[in-house]
């Protein structure tokens, strides 16, 4: 039988914690309807009807009441002073017959007086705090579990609410706890579950998915398991697309030549072990006899790092024509010289995602050649190119929509968690899942918010050092002369902007032969020239092997 309903001060500062766990119901009281609370740093909301599970008690403080005064002080829960009982001429309960008689003898602790408590206030005195009678209010915290919270609750004593102890009655009442799909993650003995969503993922968007908004309140899961595929972050570098790709994933792979702006992309291409053999996309100017000019065709091999500090210079071979075994000649070009290079590349083979990643290093770029049979519609076929960045080991949790169970979604919770509650009865196996994305798109902030935290610092390379005031020498060998005209600059390469915090830089599109058919400088169409000034060399048979040359380098 429940007890009469009490204030919840006068129910916790008559409790007797060896009884507990107890079971309150909140009744009608101070707040018929219910209320809402700040507990803990938590909105909580206890309205009538609803029951708490109270766990432990714990003292807080206890406020010291003056009687003749009024004055209030508070003491710790640790004060040191010894109690008497005082004699109460108003109409104050009387103590227990053992506290009065041990009082009067040799005085109780803060402690011993509140584990003889009748739940009122009684009359005390203390020489420590003064001559007058005081009255102990004593302040604690309740620890208590709630139907669907995932915490402990954590209520002051003087929370004004009438309860009772319906714990007798209750003893069947099972308090859900919601969890989170973080949790669930590790917690792959009750999978496959069903589960029902309490609150949606929160914060920004994640993927570009259909079955992302779908993850609302109410909608009915079903979890099948953990993943155990790997993943691969991917961009599109033509339309600034960013991927996600599983392991699963069944498309064909060609592996598509780098493209370098300048010497110091070169140094970061170099992988060791590994030649590097890239043809020069752009006329470069020398710079005297250290540094010779770099014309569109030219064969390089990029071979080591040589020297330290401000004068350390790429060693590369130049090869002296379209074989090998020409002699050729070497260079140390300067890491701030700039121009464009594009890697030299004989490889048309087709491999699957695993495959390639055993033999190249990552970032590489590569094209899908051959679209997953088993996507309905495989979005990376229709791309020109496809940066392969890094593989990821994030943990990734196997679901499904409960009215299309066959028809799958891997989710990863520690980038997209939810609140959740599972299933309680037990299910029939569930359907198979057939069908699972693995492909995903992935949202831009997203993207560069997940780079800023791939282990190693994914970066874009530092911008290159100014290059030397003094002007160099022409592909011809010759300083340009003062009184000629002005020799105009090679335009910037462009890029795409980005936002932070880390942009990759876009790859410069590799130039159509027609434009390097000059081993010089370029020419404004409006200008006048006078053809002394120039040594330009004649293009009537040259660009023709140019042509041929790269048409042999570049597989696509």
């Given amino acids: 039988m429940a007890m009469e309903p009490l204030s919840f001060q006068e129910y916790i500062c008559s409790l007797d914690p060896a009884t507990l766990p107890r079971i309150l119901r909140i009744c009608s009281g101070v707040y018929f309807q219910g209320s809402v609370y700040e507990i803990s740093g938590n909105e909580c909301c206890l309205s009538t009807g609803d029951l708490l599970k109270v766990m432990a008690v714990a003292l807080q403080k206890v406020i010291c009441e003056d009687t003749e005064t009024g004055q209030t002080t508070e003491l710790p829960s640790t004060f040191k002073g010894l109690f008497q009982p005082a004699p109460a001429p108003g109409p104050y309960p009387t103590l227990r017959r053992p506290f009065l008689e041990r009082g009067r003898q040799q005085g109780l602790t803060l402690h011993q007086v509140l584990g003889?408590?009748?739940?009122?206030?009684?009359?005390?005195?203390?020489?420590?705090?003064?001559?007058?009678?005081?009255?102990?209010?004593?302040?604690?915290?309740?620890?208590?579990?709630?139907?669907?919270?995932?915490?402990?609750v954590k209520i002051p004593s003087t929370l004004e609410v009438d309860v009772e102890d319906v714990t007798e009655e209750a003893q069947h009442v099972h308090f859900a706890r919601p969890l989170l799909l973080s949790e669930v993650l590790g917690m792959e003995e009750v999978l496959p579950a069903e589960a029902e969503i309490l609150e949606g993922p929160a914060g920004p968007a994640v993927f570009v998915s259909a079955w992302v908004p779908r993850l609302q309140r109410g909608q009915r899961l079903q979890l099948h398991g953990r993943s155990?595929?790997?993943?691969?972050?991917?961009?599109?570098?033509?339309?600034?697309?960013?991927?996600?790709?599983?392991?699963?994933?069944?498309?064909?792979?060609?592996?598509?030549?780098?493209?370098?702006?300048?010497?110091?992309?070169?140094?970061?291409?170099?992988?060791?072990?590994?030649?590097?053999?890239?043809?020069?996309?752009?006329?470069?100017?020398?710079?005297?006899?250290?540094?010779?000019?770099?014309?569109?065709?030219?064969?390089?091999?990029?071979q080591r790092l040589q020297g330290e500090g401000?004068?350390?210079?790429?060693?590369?071979?130049?090869?002296?024509?379209?074989?090998e075994e020409?002699?050729?000649?070497?260079?140390?070009?300067?890491?701030?010289?700039?121009?464009?290079?594009?890697?030299?590349?004989?490889?048309?083979k087709k491999y699957g995602l695993a495959e390639l990643l055993e033999g190249q290093a990552l970032p590489c770029e590569v094209r899908v050649v051959a679209p997953d049979p088993g996507m309905e519609r495989d979005v990376l076929g229709a791309l020109p190119a496809l940066r392969l960045e890094a593989r990821l080991d994030q943990p990734f949790l196997v679901g499904s929509f409960c009215e299309r169970p066959e028809e799958g979604f891997?989710?990863?919770?520690?980038?997209?968690?939810?609140?959740?509650?599972?299933?309680?009865?037990?299910?029939?196996?569930?359907?198979?899942?057939?069908?699972?994305?693995?492909?995903?798109?992935?949202?831009?902030?997203f993207y560069y918010r997940l780079l800023a935290q791939l282990p190693g610092g994914r970066a874009p390379p530092p911008p290159r050092p100014p290059k030397?005031?003094?002007?160099?020498?022409?592909?011809g060998g010759r300083h340009?002369?003062?009184?000629?005209?002005?020799?105009?600059?090679?335009?910037?390469?462009?890029?795409?902007?980005?936002?932070?915090?880390?942009?990759?830089?876009?790859?410069?599109?590799?130039?159509?032969?027609?434009?390097?058919?000059?081993?010089?400088?370029?020419?404004?169409?409006?200008t006048e020239s006078n053809s002394?000034?120039?040594?330009?060399?004649?293009?009537?048979?040259?660009?023709?092997?140019?042509?041929?040359?790269?048409?042999?380098?570049?597989?696509?």
Avoid at 132 to 140: E, I, K, N, Q, S
Avoid at 334 to 347: H, I, S, T
Avoid at 532 to 556: G, L, R, W
């Fill in 116 to 152: 003889r408590w009748d739940g009122r206030p009684q009359p005390l005195l203390c020489p420590t705090i003064g001559p007058h009678a005081l009255l102990l209010h004593p302040v604690y915290e309740v620890h208590a579990a709630m139907h669907l919270r995932r915490d402990v």
């Fill in 228 to 302: 155990r595929a790997w993943r691969v972050l991917a961009s599109a570098p033509s339309s600034g697309r960013h991927f996600l790709l599983s392991s699963a994933y069944q498309g064909r792979f060609r592996r598509r030549p780098r493209q370098f702006t300048g010497v110091q992309e070169l140094v970061a291409g170099l992988q060791p072990g590994r030649r590097l053999r890239v043809v020069v996309t752009q006329d470069c100017e020398g710079r005297g006899d250290g540094v010779p000019p770099l014309g569109v065709g030219d064969r390089l091999e990029a």
């Fill in 468 to 475: 030397p005031a003094q002007a160099g020498t022409g592909p």
């Fill in 532 to 556: 002394a000034e120039h040594d330009y060399e004649t293009v009537d048979d040259n660009i023709q092997k140019t042509i041929h040359k790269m048409q042999a380098i570049f597989p696509f």
């Fill in 480 to 526: 340009p002369s003062a009184s000629g005209p002005p020799v105009p600059s090679a335009p910037p390469v462009s890029t795409r902007p980005a936002p932070p915090p880390l942009p990759l830089p876009a790859r410069p599109r590799l130039s159509t032969p027609n434009q390097y058919g000059r081993r010089g400088p370029p020419s404004d169409a409006g």
């Fill in 410 to 445: 891997e989710i990863p919770p520690r980038w997209l968690d939810l609140s959740l509650l599972l299933s309680e009865e037990p299910i029939s196996p569930p359907a198979p899942c057939t069908r699972c994305s693995r492909v995903e798109e992935l949202t831009e902030a």
């Fill in 326 to 348: 020409e002699e050729g000649e070497e260079l140390l070009l300067p890491l701030d010289l700039g121009g464009g290079f594009v890697e030299e590349m004989r490889d048309s």
């Fill in 310 to 323: 401000p004068g350390t210079r790429l060693l590369c071979h130049r090869h002296g024509g379209e074989e």
